[in-house]
């Protein structure tokens, strides 16, 4: 619960909270793509059991290591994706994309992945469990970043309403922490001064949606190339590429006189960024091109849910994560995951009438990315099959996973240029990054987090579809004995 004094805290300095998201760049594109809003933020820094945040900082380059590793695995990920690909025409179109990569002469070997891994804290089970692995157009870096500069300039400022977070023992709000922006530039440099010695003469390219909302928590990363490395980017649609980009006899691919060292994937994770043939056109060109791509196909198309419910089974998690002690402790992070692709029907129909009587355990997630794609509750109703009918295609291309319950507490948000005190829960992120090429890995670190907190009650977890607020931890250093029968609750 908030405190009487935190709850009142005057509103000028709420106005001048606001103020300093927007005077700081904290802000996102309107709808309609005029003007801008600050994005939803949390004023005071949510509580985390510091061992559980510890824990996937440290994991982070482990789940590198396996996602790196499975998106050299082409006969896995086709094995994964076919039996989707006869009913998804994306996962199939990328799929054709993969394979063809697969057989290109001059494939680029060298790999940059920037991940971000999400986890949730479950207030019973009393861990902190996955609940997604991005690999593809990881967002809110910037805000992360800066968020931890708000909470600084604020509670230095006006400390009397930030005493709880202040001087305490056994408590911390880790601003020191890394940026993970100025990382991700450094991994960037890193591999193209791999890709060529004239690295400085070369492009980056960034991949981007028309109308992005989003644009300046991209426009930072352009912005550091710049400043620190004097490294110019273009931003371009896919089917832009196919304008603007032509090869050389080598098969870089050129703007101009300047040869492109890299494409940085923002966009091309669903359809919707596919508005013709020539989109299609576009993302093979880059793909049959010497470029390094973040992430490159395969990588990317291990984003898809369906993996993460592979590496629930022990004997897949150690084929991409062979030292046991590590996928012993990996395998915790997992909340239980079903595919009825790989269930008999008889466990199916079980399975179904369990879903059936408990809604609100189960989330639906089918093979898209992008956000508000998931099934919860009610909505999971006109999924499942009546009576002895088979499971329909939607069904059968999802994951079925446990529901995480987080523990929930009272903050306030900044929303719309308003504040709301809400009860809340939050998702808790890493950022990774990898570079490799098949012999060995040049770079693989965990590079900074991010916090997003949403209302009680809501499903989504997006700051961009307004579900949810960024946010900084506040780590608790406190005891959690799972084998008691207590919940997780935040007192302090
Ligand atoms: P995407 O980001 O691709 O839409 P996610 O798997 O991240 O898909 O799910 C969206 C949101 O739903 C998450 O940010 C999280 O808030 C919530 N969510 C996902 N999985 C669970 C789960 N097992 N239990 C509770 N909430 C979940
Ligand atoms: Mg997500």
Redesign the pocket.
């Known amino acids: 619960m908030l405190k009487d004094s935190e709850k009142n805290i005057p509103s000028f300095i709420i106005e001048e909270m606001i103020n300093y998201l927007y005077s700081n760049g904290m802000v996102m594109k309107n709808e309609d793509g005029k003007g801008v809003v600050h994005i939803p933020s949390i004023i005071y820094p949510s509580p985390i059991v510091k061992s559980f945040f510890d824990k996937i900082e440290f994991y982070q380059i482990a789940f590198n290591k396996i996602f790196d590793k499975i998106s050299r695995d082409q006969k896995f990920i086709e094995e994964i994706l076919t039996p989707i690909s006869e009913t998804d025409e994306f996962i199939k179109k990328n799929l054709e994309i993969s394979k063809k990569a697969n057989e290109f002469e001059k494939k680029q070997k060298i790999q940059l992945n920037i991940f971000r891994n ?1 986890f ?1 804290v479950d207030k019973i089970k009393k861990f902190i469990y996955q ?2 692995f991005n690999t593809i157009a990881v967002t809110m870096a910037t805000f992360s970043d800066k968020m931890k500069k708000f909470f600084d300039f604020f509670s230095k400022k006006y400390p009397e309403y930030f005493e709880r977070f202040l001087n305490k023992t056994n408590c911390e709000v880790p601003i020191e922490k890394q940026d993970s922006i100025s990382n991700f530039v450094d991994s960037i440099i890193e591999s193209i001064k791999l890709f060529s010695e004239n690295y400085k003469e070369t492009l980056i390219v960034f991949i981007v949606q028309e109308n992005e909302k989003n644009i300046f928590d991209q426009r930072s990363i352009e912005n550091d190339l710049w400043n620190r490395f004097k490294i110019k980017s273009r931003r371009l649609t896919l089917n832009e590429i196919v304008k603007e980009c032509v090869y050389d006899e080598n098969q870089n691919l050129k703007i101009g006189d300047k040869i492109i060292s890299l494409f940085y994937f923002r966009a091309c994770y669903s359809e919707k960024d596919f508005i013709d043939e020539n989109s299609w056109k576009g993302r093979e060109m880059i793909e049959l091109s010497t470029a390094i791509k973040v992430p490159n196909i395969n990588s990317f198309l291990t984003t898809f ?1 369906v993996f993460q419910y592979y590496l629930t089974k022990p004997e897949i998690l150690k084929k991409f994560c062979p030292e046991e002690l590590i996928s012993n402790d990996i395998i915790r992070f997992f ?1 239980k995951i079903y595919y009825l692709r790989d269930m008999n029907s008889e466990n199916q129909k079980e399975l179904i009438k369990k879903i059936f009587e408990n809604l609100n355990n189960f ?1 639906i ?1 089918p093979q ?7 099934y919860y509750g009610e909505q999971i109703k006109n999924l499942l099959p009546e009576g002895e009918n088979e499971p329909n295609e939607i069904l059968k291309n999802s994951i079925i ?4 319950f987080p523990p929930e507490y009272e903050t306030i948000m900044l929303k719309n240029d308003e504040m709301k005190i809400e009860k809340v829960v939050s ?1 808790f992120s890493v950022y990774g990054v990898i570079l490799s090429d098949d012999t060995k890995y040049y770079l693989n670190k965990s590079v900074g987090y991010l916090v997003r907190t ?1 209302e009680v009650g809501e ?4 700051i961009m579809s307004g579900a949810a607020a960024v946010d900084i931890p506040f780590l608790i250093d406190m005891e959690v004995n799972r084998e008691d029968e207590s919940v997780i609750e935040y007192t302090f």
Do not use: A
């Open positions: 999400d949730m609940t997604e849910k909340m989330v997630k898209k990315e992008g956000g508000k794609n998931n996973m446990e529901k995480i998702e949403k499903n989504e977890g997006g």
